[in-house]
T-cell receptor, first 113, second 114 residues
């Protein structure tokens, strides 16, 4: 079956620090990969996506590259802000397994001024 | 920007009672989903709905659960007889025909069963 593993948090950083959140997956077939973000008190927002190997998804300064050889989709941001404090979820959809998203456990990120 | 909305934001109910969670998906979307997140655990898929019928459901989605699209805008999740372990955040999501794998989520309904 499908599964997503991401690093446990919380991750605490200072403003302008570099952020990496590791995500690896196992999937049936050829998955599409996603990062969702959940700000305090809000729902899940699609942050970025990649649908094939070597694709790079990017949004709001965040990037993640679909690495088929290492089955990874690590999230990075070069200089975080306090407003990036949130929970980040890595997820995948495998077309061989329908339209359902399979989520990782989430990583809480806290950025301090 | 269009968004998925959910009501209520928080629902408290007694064990054994029926609850209905409501969602208004993005207006031109055709695929609808429910997920849940028990506190401290992963977000889990419950059910997907397309063309007025369930297209897929998880093992969590047993006979106590049902979904309905009663009109052109609402999408509901009903739990017939709630159990303590149904306490969770319930998220509705929708996706469009052109990008069925790009799901947009609502803010969630926190269900507390006492």
């Amino acid at each position: 079956g499908n599964s997503v593993t991401q690093m446990e948090g919380p991750v605490t950083l200072s403003e302008e620090a570099f952020l990496t959140i590791n995500c690896t997956y196992t999937a049936t077939g050829y998955p599409s990969l996603f990062w969702y973000v959940q700000y305090p008190g809000e729902g899940l927002q699609l942050l970025l996506k990649a649908t094939k190997a070597d694709d790079k998804g990017s949004n709001k300064g965040f990037e993640a590259t679909y690495r088929k050889e290492t089955t990874s989709f690590h999230l990075e941001k070069g200089s975080v802000q306090v407003s990036d404090s949130a929970v980040y979820f890595c997820a995948l959809i495998s077309r061989a397994a329908g339209n359902k998203l399979t989520f990782g456990g989430g990583t809480r990120v806290l950025v301090k001024p | 920007e269009p968004e998925v909305t959910q009501t209520p934001s928080h629902q408290v109910t007694q064990m054994g009672q029926e609850v209905i969670l409501r969602c208004v998906p993005i207006s031109n979307h055709l695929y609808f989903y429910w997920y849940r997140q028990i506190l401290g655990q992963k977000v889990e898929f419950l059910v997907s709905f397309y063309n007025n019928e369930i297209s897929e459901k998880s093992e969590i989605f047993d006979d106590q659960f049902s979904v309905e699209r009663p009109d052109g805008s609402n999408f509901t999740l009903k739990i017939r007889s709630t159990k303590l372990e149904d306490s969770a955040m319930y998220f509705c999501a929708s996706s469009g025909n052109g990008q069925p794998y790009e799901q947009y989520f609502g803010p969630g309904t926190r269900l507390t069963v006492t």
